[in-house]
């Protein structure tokens, strides 16, 4: 089972945190922020923080089914589902698996497909998704802190806030080698592009203006796969809105949910 940490009255709001990270991440923000609105479900992917892995398997579709359904498992029967990085390309999946489950779904800092191909070059190279899967078997701690760092560039806030976010992330459990691996080939695996019609709840898209990870331009080329969905562009921020600018990204998630 995975690590499921709740808090909050309200409406249930489930959060899937991205690739490296653990609920600690957000669990000060999303219980400042957020617990006054909504009863949080902070869901810990498989072999992040306290989350066991799931047992590799061969083949990536599969692999992606093993994390679905230990999701699926932790979440509240009826819930919002936010996604960030991973973490929304994780709740794309269940929301077009399982959309009785799921009431609106907000993708923070994320895509429907997070590696460039020949159509598709909002996205981070087949190049860097090799070095990390070759980095992180090399040196994990090494890679991560370099993927922290790399998750603030471009945000509007002072260089010391960006040490003290690395510095901190030092201090958590670092994940486990197995959900760091399984993590890259569901990056490298995962284009809802071809299912992103089938997505009917209502949504919203929350990017960060310099994120270096998710360019904002793919939903110029996108958006009219999901009319329902809302787009919100975070002036200033990076790829972890929710550390750089927290009471606008919280604002945002709070508007849309409770709009009716």
Not at 52 to 66: H, I, M
Not at 125 to 138: E, N, R, W, Y
Request: hydrophobic share 40%.
């Amino acid at each position: 089972m995975l690590q499921v940490t709740s808090f909050g009255q309200g409406e249930n709001l489930s959060l899937i945190h991205g690739w490296g990270a653990q609920n600690a991440i957000w669990q000060e923000w999303a219980e400042n922020y957020l617990a006054a609105h909504f009863r949080v479900h902070l869901i810990e992917l498989p072999g992040f923080g306290n989350s066991p892995k799931v047992a590799d398997q061969a083949n990536d579709q599969q692999l992606a089914a093993s994390w679905a359904s230990e999701i699926l498992q932790a979440l509240p029967k009826k819930t919002h589902l936010l996604g960030w990085s991973l973490g929304g390309l994780l709740a794309q999946q269940i929301a077009i698996q399982e959309p009785q489950r799921i009431e609106k779904l907000i993708c923070l800092a994320s895509t429907p497909r997070f590696t460039q191909g020949d159509d598709w070059r909002w996205a981070v190279s087949p190049k860097l998704m090799g070095d990390f899967m070759h980095s992180i078997q090399a040196d994990s701690l090494a890679t991560l802190k370099s993927f922290w760092t790399l998750q603030m560039q471009g945000s509007d806030v002072p260089r010391q806030q960006i040490r003290q976010f690395v510095k901190r992330m030092n201090e958590y459990k670092i994940p486990s080698l197995g959900g760091l691996t399984q993590g890259l080939r569901l990056l490298k695996y995962f284009d809802f592009r071809p299912q992103a019609g089938e997505i009917k709840q209502p949504m919203l898209w929350l990017l960060g203006e310099h994120d270096p990870l998710i360019p904002q331009e793919f939903i110029s080329e996108f958006s009219t796969i999901q009319p329902q969905a809302q787009v919100r562009i975070l002036s200033g921020a990076a790829h972890t809105p929710f550390v750089s600018h927290p009471q606008d990204t919280a604002q945002a998630i709070i508007s849309f949910l409770t709009l009716e």
